[in-house]
């Protein structure tokens, strides 16, 4: 006899049309669209995109006609209040994945609206910011959630796992890198690139993995740069960011973590991106490298302009699977999905357990905003320091939680420090 299945439908709204979309949103509401998605918890989670925001709707134009069947009807809202009129939908969460620095009004609106929200990283810029959509998730009593996929890396899972055993015991100091073609700086984000950096676009998944694998406290951020490739010498828009961070512990002792990010490498670099991290401990060694654990191809007239030599499979992949038909999956799209379900437990379930499950969801430390505190302290402290370094005033280093405010920028040979945030981190 055929037991019936239980049933979620979820209707998702999106805000942003990029290529973040492209890579990880498309193939997660396709697969979901057409096939659902599982938790033994509560059943079959169906999917459907109901609305999209962006600047102009070309992008979302373009998708709907190439998507096909492989994605539902949906509304397509464009400037000005492009974000208005998708949340007139009946939406039980909204995506954000605009330009960082048009997170925070998306997110305010949507929590606003009642909806659950997913956004990526970082979540905001500030700590006054972060401060606002804590206290509004709160008493919406909303998941508000933010993109960490690389909490999701097979690697950087096993490396948890060995910290949480004790097995790697006490981490000393760790370096990471993370170095992106020109394409992302000269084409695909040359929108939005001026006045920005590429420190706060990826080192914060770094800082993350740092900050949710390790714990502790932070307590300094420093950092460094260059100018003159996708900016002007002397202007604020950064080439190549160098960031570090102090961390303390329980136990007394400290922890350097430098962070390496880059969005000028030569767009025939044969990787799609160079990502690399160390971290030594008191009893061992961890190395990771993403092009060296994958594959080389080479293809005549396709590597590595259109096509690159090394590729990462476990992010987002396409595949033929063994029984003929095809997938796109990966840990960048797994961590979607895992939000969808969340969702899904909060909503499922009767009125009278509902503020329980919510409280069991947003406990959950790898994505919740009230978790995001010391990687946005971290933003925060980086975007001032580069602001003062675009003025000449080059050196500055930032405090974290001090008697005089919970973020504080020095500048050198001057003891008076400028309060950035006044609460504590």
Known sequence: MNQAVNRTKLRVGMVGMGMIFDETYRPFLENAYQHGIYDSRIGVIDIELAAVASRTGRRAEAYRESAGDQIGSFESYTEPDSIGGLLDHDLDFICVATPDDRHYEAVIAALNAGKH????????????????????????????????????????????????????????????????????????????IQGRNPGTYVAVHYIKLIDFTFGGCLTSVSCTGQRGLVGAPDGNTWDSVQLRLIYQYDSGREAAFDIHTSWVTPDNF???????????????????????????????????????????????????????????????????????????????????????????????????????RQTVAAVHAMEAILEKHAQGKSDCVVKVNTDDGGLVLYEPGNSEGSVLYDGTV
């Open 117 to 192: 929200v997913l956004v990526e990283k970082p979540s905001v810029l500030s700590m006054q910011q972060l401060d606002d959509i804590e206290a509004l998730a709160r008493e919406k009593q909303r998941l508000c959630k933010v993109v960490y996929h690389k909490l999701f890396d097979p690697d950087h899972k096993k490396l948890r796992t060995l910290v949480a055993d004790d097995v790697l015991q006490h981490v000393n100091t760790g370096y990471c890198s993370l170095l992106e073609p020109k394409q992302i700086s000269g084409a695909q984000f040359a929108e939005w």
């Open 270 to 372: 044969p990787g799609y991106v160079e990502q690399e991290v160390q971290f030594r401990f008191d009893n061992g060694l961890w190395n990771g490298h993403s092009r060296k654990r994958g594959v080389e191809c080479t293809v005549e007239g396709h590597t590595p302009m259109d096509m690159k030599i090394s590729m990462n499979n476990h992010y987002n992949g396409t595949f033929v699977e063994p029984s003929g038909n095809r997938s796109q999956r990966g840990y960048g799209i797994e961590v979607l999905e895992q939000f969808a379900r969340e969702v899904a437990l909060v909503e499922s379930g009767d009125d009278e357990s509902r503020l329980a499950r919510l409280t069991q969801m947003q406990a959950l430390s790898y994505n919740d905003i009230s978790a995001d």
